[in-house]
């Protein structure tokens, strides 16, 4: 019982133990109250992960906490309010410093925050944060510690917020935290022609995925703006206007993974303006919206003539069509237009299709793939 006792001060055991309990809160909080030595560990995981800011409310200074309670962070109550000296935040710190992973539903008490301390970061360590954009973020603020790896944001839950929301903390993002890897930009209804955001590069971004709902125009900005960066992965939801690439400045030329959601028609317009030559897996999902034949076969022409060389992965959907009424025999015209251009992949390994049929996927014809140079999966699926 000794010797099992003692075990436990070994920080790598401790460690092992409290990283299980993770998704066990209850018995991390009996752990870190039964045993001063277990604490720091136990409170370590317990805090690493955080999906609200009610807790971090009570660790707030008196009249900080005073001035949530009463006027919620208003900018008039804010406005001139003398920061609490360093000793108050003691408390609040030594919890706050544990957190890495926050989903801070609206960013409203964040900011707040952030605001009443601009000489410092509120959650130091943290690498990756979820949040939804209420309102500008100010200038003076430092939102985003240096530490942030992965920064996925969204508008708030109404149409036609304020313009300025995704520019302020993209500029934040790429001004305070220059070691950004993955940037989400999602669910946000944005009612600007334009992004005014200046020129920005994330030195280090690798994977960018944008499901948001805004302009074609702005939608290209952003394409552009991240263009400047080394990012590999790009994952993105064309809107379902027509979207104008035509741009003089390359789309993300390192680009090794790509995967769209929108038309064949927009996906051809927008492959044709990616430059990177090392595209590896592409990903074409189409759930609504026309999807002709002539535009699948000008997206499979697009595809040959851009990725003949590098392409290891091709998954292609497509949904049913309201311009489409044989849905069997488009299916089989869709790969009549295909499969002939199969041999020109060169390193091709891995074809997934998804076309709209009303017949079993057995009843597809079986493919004679001998003449494909290195396929060695074909998948078929009805939509």
């Not at 509120?122 to 949040?131: C, D, E, G, H, N």
Request: hydrophobic content about 40%.
């Amino acid at each position: 019982m000794v010797s099992s006792f003692r075990a436990l001060y070994i920080s790598e055991i401790l460690s092992e133990i409290t990283s299980q309990l993770e998704n066990d809160r209850q018995s991390l909080s009996c752990l870190a109250r039964c045993c001063k030595a277990f604490s720091d560990q136990a409170l370590d995981v317990l805090w690493k992960r955080m999906s609200l800011f009610c807790p971090f409310i009570p660790l707030l200074p008196p009249k900080v906490l005073t001035l949530w309670v009463e006027y919620q962070f208003s900018a008039e109550s804010i406005a001139g309010f003398q920061c609490p000296p360093m000793h108050e935040w003691r408390t609040f710190d030594a919890y706050a410093r544990r957190v890495r992973i926050l989903y801070s539903g609206a960013s409203h008490f964040l900011a707040g925050v952030a605001t009443i301390r601009a000489d410092c970061n509120v959650f130091p360590f943290l690498r990756s944060i979820t949040m939804q954009l209420q309102e500008p973020i100010q200038p003076g603020i430092r939102l985003f510690p240096e530490t942030l790896q992965r920064l996925q944001i969204s508008g708030p839950a109404y149409i036609n917020c304020k313009d300025s929301c995704i520019q302020t903390a993209l500029a934040h993002a790429a001004r305070d935290a220059p070691f950004l890897k993955h940037l989400h930009v999602e669910d946000y209804s944005y009612n600007s022609d334009r992004l005014d955001t200046p020129p920005l590069h994330f030195k280090h971004l690798r994977s960018a995925e944008i499901s948001a709902f805004i302009s074609s125009n702005v939608l290209g900005s952003l394409c552009r703006v991240l263009s400047q960066s080394p990012v590999i992965e790009l994952k993105i939801e064309l809107p379902p206007t027509s979207c104008i690439w035509d741009t003089p400045q390359s789309l993300f030329p390192h680009l090794e993974k790509l995967e769209i959601g929108g038309t064949p028609a927009l996906a051809e317009a927008f492959i044709t303006n990616v430059s990177s030559p090392c595209v590896r897996s592409l990903t074409v999902k189409h759930s609504r919206g026309p999807a002709r034949l002539t535009d699948c076969s000008r997206l499979f022409s697009t595809i040959v003539k851009q990725y003949s060389s590098s392409l290891q992965s091709l998954s292609l959907t497509i949904s049913r069509s309201p311009v489409l009424h044989n849905h069997d025999g488009v299916a089989h015209d869709i790969m009549d237009a295909l499969f002939p251009l199969m041999p020109n992949f060169e390193h091709l390994e891995e074809l997934h299709l998804s076309l709209p049929s009303a017949t079993q996927v057995d009843d597809y014809p079986a493919v004679e793939v001998s003449g494909w140079p290195a396929l060695r999966r074909v998948e078929f699926m009805a939509t």
